[in-house]
């Protein structure tokens, strides 16, 4: 595809149910990374993969997370037992590289998925 | 720990007016980037600026890297509806492929 796709777009989960948000990236594109974006906000950093290795998670809130790309292409965002707080919009992005030097290079995101928890 | 501050908040003009929104880090920056979000959309890429007192143009768009390259500001000239949006700074965290970004400035065309 020419982009990064996102599925579901929205998803409604009643508390305590587990969802899982998936994110295909662009071809090629060796880094990714998810985002959690409340209203109003900038996107606040979750996780990070250079191919299929997640090479930070420091931005996971809880153990309630978890995320995977098991074959260094799609990734999924697994949240478990939600809560409202979780509600919010998840953003998959991607990139061609993770840096050259200093630079970081410019990031690619999906259309997002909106988590609404009732 | 490492902060990127955007200001204002909100601005409201009339369609035809000028918008200017300022982006400081608390720390250097190697490089640092700008991206537009429409409403109910996503961040899309605009510009990275890298050197030092860089400036860049796209049409009616102005960006400025601050010289000790901890400040940058983004400037339209005679807004349009299409401006409409939210615009992100950001920066590269320490580890470079992290991205720290600013809370936003929403522009606002006045009916």
């Known amino acids: 595809g020419a982009g990064v796709s996102q599925s579901p777009r929205y998803k409604v989960a009643k508390r305590g149910q587990d969802v899982a948000l998936r994110c295909d990236p662009i071809?090629?594109?060796?880094?990714l990374f998810w985002y959690q974006q409340a209203l109003g906000q900038g996107p606040e950093f979750l996780t990070y993969?250079?191919?299929?290795?997640?090479?930070?998670k420091s931005g996971l809130p809880s153990d309630r997370f978890f995320a995977e790309r098991p074959e260094g292409s799609v990734s999924t965002l697994k949240i478990q037992r939600t809560q409202q707080e979780d509600s919010a919009v998840y953003l998959c992005?991607?990139?061609?590289?993770?840096?050259?030097?200093?630079?970081?290079?410019?990031?690619?995101f999906g259309p997002g998925t909106r988590l609404t928890v009732t | 720990g490492q902060q990127v501050m955007q200001i204002p908040q909100y601005q409201h003009v009339q369609e035809g007016e000028d918008f200017t929104t300022y982006c400081n880090s608390s720390?250097?920056?190697?490089?640092i980037q700008w991206y537009k979000q429409r409403p109910g959309g996503h961040p899309v890429f605009l510009i990275q600026?890298?050197?030092s007192g860089e400036v860049k143009k796209q049409k009616r768009l102005t960006f400025q890297f601050g010289e000790a390259k901890k400040n940058s500001s983004l400037h339209i000239t005679a807004t349009q509806t299409t401006d409409v949006g939210t615009y992100f700074c950001?920066?590269?965290?320490?580890?470079?492929?992290?991205?720290?970004w600013g809370a936003g400035t929403k522009l606002i065309i006045k009916p």
């Open positions: 992005a991607s990139s061609l590289v993770t840096s050259k030097g200093f630079m970081a290079y410019e990031q690619y």
């Open positions: 071809s090629g594109h060796v880094s």
């Open positions: 993969f250079q191919n299929e290795a997640q090479l930070d």
């Open positions: 720390t250097t920056l190697s490089n």
């Open positions: 600026l890298v050197k």
């Open positions: 950001a920066g590269p965290k320490d580890s470079n492929y992290q991205l720290i």
